[in-house]
């Protein structure tokens, strides 16, 4: 299947720091990549989407001033951390469609591996 | 409500066991169903999409049930390395607005 990477792996970082956070589809073009975040014991919310050319979509209770999202290329997006705080400290997901199509005629979404952030 | 709703688990099973996880769904509009397997702190993968008429893959089947907003997951003859949370997805559209249930944790002991 496709390749999504995500830099870092993991990152420490001060309160106060702003910290980037890069996804990559290797072998795919991407119009549209989606930022996900998940806290301990809990499942993946979707905070935006990231469109080529384009400004993101946050979701609801989202706040892009603090999150910035820049998709830059079909195979690059990045998710920025302003001012971060101890409660930003989760794990960071992205994910891209190959949009190739499925077996129902729709994009398969792949998951890059994952940033674990730590504010401290 | 929350948009998918799972089993809370967490479910401990022993070997060769078969277990069932259930996920209900709100969204009418909902079109694609699957099931993503998630290991601690990694990614999620797709394990298998979830189709109208039901679908296996080896030990595992997924039903939809698309009038009572339902899809399971069945796993037969538990493996120590299907110890994982499961995560139940829906989407709305083209795979592009993709919503998880907070996932159900299977341990499968020997």
């Known amino acids: 299947g496709a390749v999504v990477s995500q830099h870092p792996s993991w990152v420490i970082c001060k309160s106060g720091t702003s910290v980037k956070i890069e996804c990559r589809s290797l072998?795919?073009?991407?119009?549209?990549m989606f930022w996900y975040r998940q806290f301990p014991k809990q499942s993946l919310m979707l905070m935006a989407t990231?469109?080529?050319?384009?400004?993101?979509?946050?979701e609801q209770g989202v706040e892009k001033d603090k999150f910035l999202i820049n998709h830059a290329s079909l195979t690059l997006s990045t998710l920025t951390v302003t001012s971060a705080h101890p409660e930003d400290s989760s794990f960071y997901i992205c994910?891209?469609?190959?949009?190739?199509?499925?077996?129902?005629?729709?994009?398969?979404?792949?998951f890059g591996p994952g940033t674990r952030l730590t504010v401290l | 409500r929350k948009e998918v709703e799972q089993d809370p688990g967490p479910f401990n099973v022993p070997e060769g066991a078969t277990v069932a996880f259930n996920c209900t769904y709100s969204n009418s509009a909902s079109q694609s169903f699957f099931w993503y397997r998630q290991d601690c702190r990694k990614e999620p993968k797709l394990l298998m999409s979830?189709?109208?008429s039901g679908n296996e893959d080896g030990r595992f089947t997924a039903q939809l049930n698309r009038a009572s907003q339902y899809i399971s997951l069945l796993i037969r003859d538990s493996k120590l390395s299907d110890s994982a949370t499961y995560l139940c997805v829906v989407t709305s559209y083209n795979n592009n607005d993709m919503r998880f249930g907070a996932g159900t944790r299977l341990t499968v002991k020997p």
């Open positions: 072998d795919f073009q991407a119009t549209t």
């Open positions: 990231s469109n080529e050319g384009s400004k993101a979509t946050y």
């Open positions: 979830v189709y109208s």
């Open positions: 994910s891209a469609g190959d949009q190739a199509g499925g077996p129902l005629g729709t994009d398969t979404q792949y």
